[in-house]
C-alpha cells in the first residue's frame, strides 16, 4: 500500500495567514493526489484533484502544487470557516490511502 | 447532483455482520462513470478506504479488510451495500458512502456518514 505522511499534524493560524500543508507518497503517485475539507460532525468536502484541479465552488484561495511523491495544499489568506482538518488522498491505485490529517486552529 | 444517504443499524453485537446500505438519489447508479466506494473513520481517527463495486459488480477492496467484506450492488434499488462480517471493537466508526467519478478520481459526493458502534 502507498503510505501518505502529512505535516505538520497540527497548526495554529490567524486570519488572513498564508498556509500550507505538506503531503509526501512512499512512492509516485503521478498526479493522482487529492485534497479534502472535513469540519467536526461533517464528511469530508473534495477542495482540489489531480494534485492542482480546484474542485467546482471551491474558493480560489485554495491551491494546490506538486507531482510524484510531494504535494503541497495552500490557503493564501486564512478564512474563519477554513479552520478544518485537512487530508490528503492518492488515487494512483487500489487500495486508495489518506494522509492522518492535519487540524488547522485558530491562534 | 447525485446524493448519497447511508442507512442501517448503528448498534452491532461483536462477532455479528455489519451491513449497510448506500441509496443514490437524483442520478443513477447505473451510470458508466464512476465507482461507489465505502470509507469509514474511527473517532477522533483518520479516514480508511475500504473498498468499492463497479455498475458490472467488480469490487476492489482493501486488504486489510479483505476477508471480511462484502460490497455489492443493486441498480433496481438505485443502492449499493456493505457486509462486514465478525466485527470488534475495533470496527466502531462513522461510516461514509461516497463516489469517484472517471477523470476526477476523487471522492466528490459524500453521504452524510452513519455511526457503527460494536459493542455487547
Known amino acids: 500500500d502507498i503510505q501518505m505522511t502529512q505535516s505538520p499534524s497540527s497548526l495554529s493560524a490567524s486570519v488572513g495567514d498564508r498556509v500550507t500543508i505538506t503531503c509526501r507518497a512512499s512512492?509516485?503517485?503521478?498526479?493522482?493526489l487529492n485534497w479534502y475539507q472535513q469540519k467536526p460532525g461533517k464528511a469530508p468536502k473534495l477542495l482540489i484533484y489531480g494534485a492542482s484541479s480546484l474542485q467546482g465552488g471551491v474558493p480560489s484561495r485554495f491551491s494546490g502544487s506538486g507531482s510524484g511523491t510531494d504535494f503541497t495544499l495552500t490557503i493564501s489568506s486564512l478564512q474563519p470557516e477554513d479552520f478544518a482538518t485537512y487530508y490528503c488522498?492518492?488515487?494512483?491505485?487500489?487500495?486508495?490511502?489518506f494522509g492522518q490529517g492535519t487540524k488547522v486552529d485558530i491562534k | 447532483q447525485v446524493q448519497l444517504q447511508e442507512s442501517g443499524p448503528g448498534l452491532v453485537k461483536p462477532s455479528q455482520t455489519l451491513s449497510l446500505t448506500c441509496t443514490v438519489s437524483?442520478?443513477?447508479?447505473?451510470?458508466?462513470?464512476?465507482?461507489w466506494s465505502w470509507i469509514r473513520q474511527p473517532a477522533g481517527k483518520g479516514l480508511e478506504w475500504i473498498g468499492r463495486v463497479y455498475i458490472s459488480g467488480s469490487t476492489n477492496y482493501n486488504a486489510s479488510l479483505k476477508s471480511r467484506v462484502t460490497i455489492s450492488i443493486d441498480t433496481s434499488k438505485n443502492q449499493f451495500s456493505l457486509n462486514l462480517s465478525s466485527v470488534t471493537a475495533a470496527d466502531t466508526a462513522v461510516y461514509y458512502c461516497?463516489?469517484?467519478?472517471?477523470?476526477?478520481?476523487?471522492?466528490?459526493?459524500w453521504g452524510q456518514g452513519t455511526m457503527v458502534t460494536v459493542s455487547p
Open positions: 437524483a442520478g443513477s447508479i447505473s451510470s458508466a462513470n464512476h465507482f
Open positions: 488522498q492518492h488515487s494512483y491505485l487500489t487500495p486508495r490511502t
Open positions: 512512492q509516485s503517485v503521478s498526479r493522482y
Open positions: 461516497a463516489t469517484d467519478s472517471f477523470g476526477r478520481d476523487a471522492f466528490d459526493i
